[in-house]
C-alpha cells in the first residue's frame, strides 16, 4: 500500500476518502455523546437522545437524512444538533484531504485515525470539558504502533540513532515527542494546582499532548501547541469579553483549541 497516484486515480482516491469520512463521522458523532456517559458505542442502535427511539437507517445517512428530516427528530420533533451535521463534514473534508496530501500509502491510514481521534476529542472537550482515555490512551498505543511503519519526524532520533536504523529512530522520535511535550505541561498543571489549591489543568489535556506528540514528534508538535494555544487564548478573552464570563473561573475548553491545532499540522506541514 505505497506509491503516487495518477491525478485520475488521485481524485477517486480523494472521493473515496471522503465518502469513508462521512460515514465514519457518523460513528464519531455515537462516541461523542455516549463516551462521557459511560455508554457502549457498539449497542443498542442510534437513538434519539431526547426521546429514546431509534433511528430507522434511513434516518441514519451522513448529511442526507438531516437534510430531508430539517434537523428535527421523526418521533418527537426536537431539534437535531447541528453537531452532527459538522462533524460528518469535518471527518469528510479532513480525510479527503490526508488522501491528497499522502496518496495510495499506509501515511494516509495513520494521518485518518490520527484526525478521527481528534475529532472526536475535539467535540467531547467542548461539550463536556472531558477527553476520554479511551481516545488518548488508546490513541497513543496506536500512535506508537503506526511509528514502526510510518517513520516518525523528529530531529534528536536523527541525533541519537543514526545509520540504517529508521524503526529504532522513528520509535524513538515518537516516544521523545510524547514525553517532552507532556511532561512540561504536566509540571505546569502540577505547580499549578499547588500554588492556587484548584485545578487549572486537567490531566486528560497532559495524556492529550501525549498522543499528539506521539504522532507528530517533538517539532511538529510543538507547532500544534503553538496554534492550539494562540487560537484558545484569543478566541478565549473575546468569549470571556462578549459573555461577561468571570475570567478567573470560567474552564476554557484548551483540548479543543489543541486538537484543532495538531490537526493542520499533518496536513498543512507534511
Same mark, same amino acid.
Given at each position: 500500500?505505497? /506509491?503516487? *497516484?495518477?491525478?485520475?486515480? =488521485?481524485?477517486?482516491? #480523494?472521493?473515496?476518502?471522503?465518502?469513508? /469520512?462521512? *460515514?465514519?463521522?457518523?460513528? =464519531?458523532?455515537?462516541? #461523542?455523546?455516549?463516551?462521557?456517559r459511560d455508554l457502549s458505542?457498539?449497542?443498542?442502535?442510534?437513538?434519539?437522545?431526547?426521546?429514546?427511539?431509534?433511528?430507522?437507517?434511513?434516518d441514519n445517512v451522513p448529511i442526507l437524512s438531516y437534510a430531508l428530516l430539517r434537523g428535527v427528530c421523526r418521533h418527537c420533533g426536537n431539534r437535531i444538533g447541528l453537531r452532527y451535521p459538522l462533524v460528518e463534514l469535518m471527518t469528510a473534508a479532513l480525510f479527503g484531504w490526508?488522501?491528497?496530501?499522502?496518496?495510495?500509502?499506509i501515511d494516509t491510514l495513520k494521518w485518518v485515525v490520527f484526525e478521527a481521534l481528534l475529532v472526536a476529542l475535539f467535540w467531547i472537550d467542548l461539550e463536556e470539558r472531558l477527553l476520554p482515555d479511551e481516545l488518548t490512551l488508546g490513541g497513543t498505543i496506536a500512535g506508537f504502533c503506526f511509528s514502526v511503519f510510518v517513520a516518525a519526524p523528529g530531529l534528536l532520533g536523527d541525533l541519537l540513532v543514526p545509520g540504517p536504523h529508521p524503526v529504532s529512530r522513528s520509535l524513538l522520535n515518537a516516544a521523545l515527542g510524547?514525553?517532552?511535550?507532556?511532561?512540561?505541561?504536566?509540571?505546569?498543571?502540577a505547580a499549578y494546582r499547588r500554588l492556587r489549591h484548584r485545578e487549572g489543568l486537567g490531566f486528560g489535556?497532559?495524556?492529550?499532548?501525549?498522543?499528539?506528540?506521539?504522532?507528530?514528534?517533538?517539532?511538529?508538535?510543538?507547532?500544534?501547541?503553538?496554534?492550539?494555544?494562540v487560537a484558545g487564548s484569543v478566541l478565549g478573552i473575546i468569549y470571556i469579553v462578549l459573555t461577561?464570563?468571570?475570567?478567573?473561573?470560567?474552564?476554557?475548553?484548551l483540548g479543543t483549541f489543541l486538537c484543532a491545532g495538531a490537526m493542520l499540522v499533518p496536513l498543512v506541514f507534511p
Open positions: 500500500m505505497n /506509491g503516487p *497516484l495518477p491525478a485520475d486515480l =488521485l481524485v477517486f482516491w #480523494i472521493i473515496g476518502a471522503a465518502l469513508a /469520512g462521512l *460515514l465514519f463521522g457518523s460513528f =464519531l458523532n455515537v462516541c #461523542i455523546y455516549r463516551m462521557p458505542v457498539v449497542a443498542p442502535r442510534s437513538f434519539c437522545p431526547e426521546c429514546g427511539k431509534q433511528i430507522a437507517w434511513y490526508a488522501a491528497g496530501r499522502y496518496g495510495y500509502s510524547g514525553v517532552l511535550l507532556a511532561l512540561p505541561l504536566w509540571l505546569i498543571g489535556d497532559v495524556k492529550l499532548v501525549l498522543l499528539i506528540g506521539i504522532y507528530l514528534g517533538f517539532e511538529k508538535g510543538v507547532i500544534a501547541l503553538m496554534i492550539g494555544a461577561r464570563k468571570d475570567a478567573s473561573t470560567y474552564e476554557l475548553p
